[in-house]
């Protein structure tokens, strides 16, 4: 009962909500003793205050221990299987589905619902579960009262009427979310994270299904599957229901007395309603060429058990997104899995206003961001791959938000880098384009890329949509082989980068002169991403960049008005890469004017007339140095004449030696 393209409404994601108990206070005994999270009552059994009840639930129901449902509970009977997990009248289906996927491998089982806990030895009314969040495990501990009416559970059940697992997890499970009430609506793909621990995505049912599947079956990935376009849970033709998760628990080649079919198994959370076309339980006459034997293997039971068969081709046509939960080394260890999991590097980071939340690339701070560098190293030993490519994902997951009540919309972008770079610098970035994004930013929890690229150095930038946005995140890099990411080895900022290169260049006063502003900025264009346009500079360029920004008449600038220079040069700088559609470090005559007009200069053709004749190459062109000259002396002068213009009306008045200092000196 989950609509998986919608938004849950209400989420909290994190700690425990301290919430006083509801209800009837026949419900709740007395207390006699204390514990951190609730009390126990006179019979020694455990009570959570702690658990936010819904005050809609009360007094409709009736809050109840196992032993008073059943004459012999049971926490666990033969092994936790996806037939233990049947949906109540809670809209948890997406939940469910997870349980269903989780319940192939294990290892994650065990992990999730830690063993040796029972109705018997050592029986206190307490049961304790795990969830992962934000890259660690989270114990939750919760009384095991369910609510019940007229003796009959209301939520999740197990196939079997005296197993209680599926039905405890569910409630640890909503102590953590906020409630049973903040488990109606709400998407697969975070319940099997919170749950594993792995990356997931959300997708489209690919063309080639049976290639997209076998690898993420093999890897151990968890799977689950919607039709999005129809009435909420209503069925189609064939029995599927629309906007409610499924989980695809098998891929198996089938032999027929005509020949192999390749069927997928999929498990509907109901515990019931399955599909009504070719290979169903129900009007699948196509298993009577199936021999006992074939079917034995493929532990098919024909009952309306939620579980069924279908074929590749009417999979496709039934269902439309896939939620997919890749599982790393550090979490998965078995549950069948035949092919090494993913290798994942795990980073915990900030945007930090003004320091490291630079926003998106089409802004000026772009830069500021975080960076990690991603080393590809060892191809995919895939046979069918013509290309020699490696395959990754690189996961974006923001932190707390939820309990903040702050959705910050963020994305990922992936740059190229050369050989030792690992770091792009607001000169490289302006030249370069991604080569692998998100599709801009979306305020998701979390946000993932799958690729697959050539071996080489790969810069990643996590950022939010605007700028100077607080947050954390984990990112999170899912490799095969020996590849690797970490964080670049690089400045915290663009500031540090500056203030290096002024340190080395400026005089014992920590003044710099034109000569030493030469010298500077020599070295900065040359090891940047427009080298080679450094010879076109010269000193009389610098001594005009230097006079036009003194206010003192010294000919020298200090470092704070150095940094105002510096930061109008990197402003031009993504203004000239962007008219120079020829790479060839020159404006064409025809680029000049709509480049000054992106810097906010005004140019009639008079004014162009005296740049042509003034400031360009013989070939009438501009060169990267003298771009800059040219801004730099026109956003000087104008500015200059404002402050003369002091009512406003377009006239200044100079006397003799302020016009000689303007001619002489600027």
Known sequence: MSDPTAEKPKDTDESEPSFEPLGSPTLWPS?????????????????????????????????????????????????????????GILSDCWFLSAIASLSLHPSLMRHVVPSGQSFQDGYNGSFKFRFWQYGEWKE????????????????????????????????????????????????????????????????????????????????????????????????????????????????????????????????????????????????????????????????????????FWMTLSDFRQNFDLMEVCHLSDDTLSEGGVTERPWHVTVHHGNWTPNLSAGGPSKGGWFWQNPQFHLTLLEED?????????????????????????????????????????????????????????????????????????????????????????????????????????????????????????????????????????????????????????????CLEHCKSFVVLMDNQGLAQLDWYTFLVLWNKFTKWTEIFVKFDKNKSHALDYREIVPAMQAAGLEVDDFILQLVSLRYTEPDMTISYPGFLYLLTKMDSMLLKFQALDMVGMGVISVNCRQWLQMTMYN
């Open 140 to 307: 939750v501990k919760i009384d095991d009262r369910l609510p019940t009416q007229r003796d009959q559970l209301i939520y999740l059940r197990s196939s079997q009427t005296n197993e209680f697992w599926s039905s405890l997890l569910e409630k640890a499970y909503a102590k953590l979310k906020g409630g049973y009430r903040a488990l109606n609506m709400g998407f697969s793909h975070e319940a099997m994270a919170d749950m594993t621990g792995g990356v997931t995505e959300v997708l489209k049912i690919p063309r080639n299904l049976a290639a997209f599947l076998k690898p993420l079956l093999l890897k151990g990935a968890l799977i689950n599957c919607a039709n999005s376009q129809g009435p909420l849970e209503q069925k189609n033709e064939f029995g599927i229901l629309f906007k409610h998760a499924y989980a695809v628990t098998g891929l198996e080649q089938v032999q027929t007395k005509n020949g192999p079919v390749e069927l997928v198994r999929v498990h509907n959370p109901w515990g019931k309603t399955e599909w009504e076309g070719p290979w169903s339980d129900q009007n699948g006459s196509e298993w009577n060429l199936v021999s006992a034997e074939e079917q034995r293997r493929l532990k098919r039971v024909n009952r309306d058990d939620g579980e």
């Open 381 to 537: 030993d895939d046979p069918t791959d013509p290309e020699l490519t490696c395959s990754f994902l690189v996961a974006l997951m923001q932190k707390h938000q939820r309990l903040k009540g702050v959705h910050l919309a963020i994305g990922l972008d992936i740059y190229e880098a050369h050989t030792g770079q690992n770091y792009l610098s607001t000169l490289d970035l302006s030249l370069l384009r991604p080569v692998l994004s998100t599709e801009g930013h979306v305020p998701h929890r979390e946000v993932v890329i799958r690729g697959r690229l050539a071996p080489g150095r790969y810069i990643i930038i996590p950022s939010t949509l605007e700028t100077n946005q607080a947050g954390e995140f984990l990112l999170r890099v899912l490799t095969e082989k020996g590849n690797n990411a970490e964080p670049s080895d690089r400045p915290s900022s663009e500031k540090v980068l500056k203030e290096q290169l002024f340190k080395k260049h400026c005089n014992k006063k920590s003044l710099c002169r034109p000569l030493e502003l030469y010298n500077l900025l020599t070295e900065a264009i040359a090891g940047g991403a427009l080298a080679g346009a450094e010879k076109k500079l």
């Open 31 to 87: 207390p006699t003793r204390s514990d951190p999270e609730g009390h126990f009552t006179a019979e020694g059994l455990y009570v959570d205050t702690t658990f936010p009840l819904d005050e809609q639930l009360a007094p409709e129901v009736e809050w109840k221990r196992p032993k008073e449902i059943c004459s012999a509970p049971q926490f666990i009977i033969d092994g936790a299987t996806r037939m233990d997990v049947c949906q």
